[in-house]
């Protein structure tokens, strides 16, 4: 009886997953701004996915520059696109798939930034 009641769960599960948008059929969702793209935007030419490099987002973005002139803020000495860390890559702070990360603050006492699209 037991048995038979969890293999008729586990076809119901697999049926919802079988009805699901792709996206999370694979288990990922995409924040804000990117929500539409496709995912080969960011991960074409990977075997397995994982993080893009820096190169593909500045394809959009344009450059750490233009990014820093963006998150200036007047009065605040710390702007995460320009510091003594240089142009690390972007997911480290980043994350599209989960939730991202202000690493400054692991280190400086300072007001925390809210990540758009989050
Ligand atoms: C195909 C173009 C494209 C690529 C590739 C891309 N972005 Fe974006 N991104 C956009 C657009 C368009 C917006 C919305 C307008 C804006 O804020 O510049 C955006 C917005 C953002 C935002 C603001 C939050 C939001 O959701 O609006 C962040 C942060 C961001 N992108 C980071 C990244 C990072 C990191 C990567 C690489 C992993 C990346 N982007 C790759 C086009 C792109
Ligand atoms: C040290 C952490 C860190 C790194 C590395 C980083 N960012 Fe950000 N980024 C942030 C934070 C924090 C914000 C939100 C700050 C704010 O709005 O005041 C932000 C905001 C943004 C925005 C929104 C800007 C706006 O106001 O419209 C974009 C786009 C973006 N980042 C893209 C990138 C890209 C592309 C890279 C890599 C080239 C990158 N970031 C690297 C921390 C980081
Ligand atoms: C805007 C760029 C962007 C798009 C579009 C995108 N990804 Fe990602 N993907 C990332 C980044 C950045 C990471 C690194 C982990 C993170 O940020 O959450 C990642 C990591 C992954 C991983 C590795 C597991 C993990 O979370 O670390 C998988 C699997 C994945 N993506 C699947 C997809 C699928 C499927 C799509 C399309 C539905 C997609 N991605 C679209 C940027 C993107
Ligand atoms: C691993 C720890 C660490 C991380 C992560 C880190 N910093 Fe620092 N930072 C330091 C140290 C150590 C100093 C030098 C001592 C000091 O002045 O606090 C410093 C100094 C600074 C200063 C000058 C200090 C002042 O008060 O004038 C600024 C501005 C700064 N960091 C910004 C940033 C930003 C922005 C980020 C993220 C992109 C960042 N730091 C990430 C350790 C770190």
Redesign the pocket.
């Known amino acids: 009886m037991q048995i038979r009641f969890k293999a008729a769960l586990a076809a119901a599960i697999g049926a919802m997953l079988l009805a699901a948008p792709?996206?999370f059929a694979?288990?990922?969702t995409?924040h804000g701004s990117?929500a539409g793209?496709?995912?080969e935007?960011?991960?074409a030419g990977q075997t397995q996915?994982?993080?893009?490099s820096q190169k593909?987002?500045l394809k959009c973005h344009g450059s750490y520059e233009a990014l820093a002139k963006k998150t200036a803020k007047p009065g605040e000495k710390f702007n995460p696109h320009d510091s003594h860390m240089g142009r690390i890559e972007?997911?480290q702070c980043?994350?599209?798939?989960?939730t991202s990360h202000y690493i400054c603050r692991d280190c400086h006492a300072i007001p925390d930034r809210k990540f758009k699209g989050e």
Do not use: D, L, N, W
């Open positions: 792709s996206a694979q288990g990922v995409i990117h793209m496709k995912c935007t960011c991960h996915k994982a993080a893009p593909t987002c972007c997911t980043h994350s599209m798939h989960a």
